[in-house]
């Protein structure tokens, strides 16, 4: 059984940092591409980077150069690293893995940034 769990999220005030993290159970996790997404209120869910088992990243471009996301295949673990935070990234954040064409989603956390 897939099991992502997500933790890390909280309140923050702008221009602060947060460091989320992503522990999956049921897989080979070294073998599979992991992802953050995030969906903000009222919105569509939107991708914010992904990492390839081997460490390749790609990051959409607004999340550039404040997000970092890595990943420790030892623990089973993803992680987003945040700076600089901005009012606009509050929203809750999820991770993300496709094995065999099916998506599978954690529960969420929720990042809040006031200004």
């Known amino acids: 059984q897939v099991q992502l769990v997500e933790s890390g999220g909280g309140l923050v005030q702008a221009g602060g940092s947060l460091r989320l993290s992503c522990v999956a159970s049921?897989?080979?996790?070294?073998?599979?591409?992991m992802g953050w997404y995030r969906q903000a209120p009222g919105k569509q869910r939107e991708l914010v980077a992904t990492i390839t088992p081997r460490g390749n990243t790609y990051y959409v471009d607004s999340m550039k150069g404040r997000f970092s996301v890595s990943r420790d295949n030892a623990k089973n673990t993803m992680y987003l690293q945040m700076i600089d935070l901005k009012p606009e990234d509050t929203a809750v954040y999820y991770c993300?893995?496709?094995?065999?064409?099916?998506?599978?989603w954690g529960q969420g956390t929720q990042v809040t940034v006031s200004s």
């Open positions: 993300n893995t496709d094995i065999r064409l099916r998506q599978y």
């Open positions: 049921g897989i080979i996790f070294s073998g599979v591409t």
